[in-house]
Nanobody
Framework: QVQLLESGGGSVRAGGSLRLSCKAS????????MAWYRQVHPRPRELVAG???????TYGDSVKGRFTISRDNAEVTAYLQMDNLKPEDTAVYYC???????????????WGRGTQVTVSS
């Protein structure tokens, strides 16, 4: 089993920045893909960004050019640098991970509890 612990959420004004962290523990060396999803109920979760151990990246269209995902493989920790935040980025952000290499939510075996990001105008 893998446990994921997110940190770094909070409140910020539009145009500001936040950095989220997601640290894996437990059977962490089995983790390959790590991803960030976000959700505003009742809408479904939306892929924000993903990264594999080998460095393959993906970004959701709405965050391209503003958000950057990175990873420390030695610590099995993923980061999400969020710049030029907009009110529509307000959501609960979830870290997810998988032993595989895809970022599809249904195939991500492990999920964190989420961290709230609120962007005010």
């Amino acid at each position: 089993q893998v446990q994921l612990l997110e940190s770094g959420g909070g409140s910020v004004r539009a145009g500001g920045s936040l950095r989220l962290s997601c640290k894996a523990s437990g059977d962490r060396w089995s983790v390959n893909a790590m991803a960030w999803y976000r959700q505003v109920h009742p809408r479904p979760r939306e892929l924000v960004a993903g990264i594999t151990t080998g460095g393959s990246l993906t970004y959701g269209d709405s965050v391209k050019g503003r958000f950057t995902i990175s990873r420390d493989n030695a610590e099995v920790t993923a980061y999400l640098q969020m710049d030029n935040l907009k009110p529509e980025d307000t959501a609960v952000y979830y870290c997810a991970a998988s032993t595989g290499s895809v970022f599809v939510a249904a195939l991500l075996e492990y999920w964190g509890r989420g961290t709230q990001v609120t962007v005010s105008s």
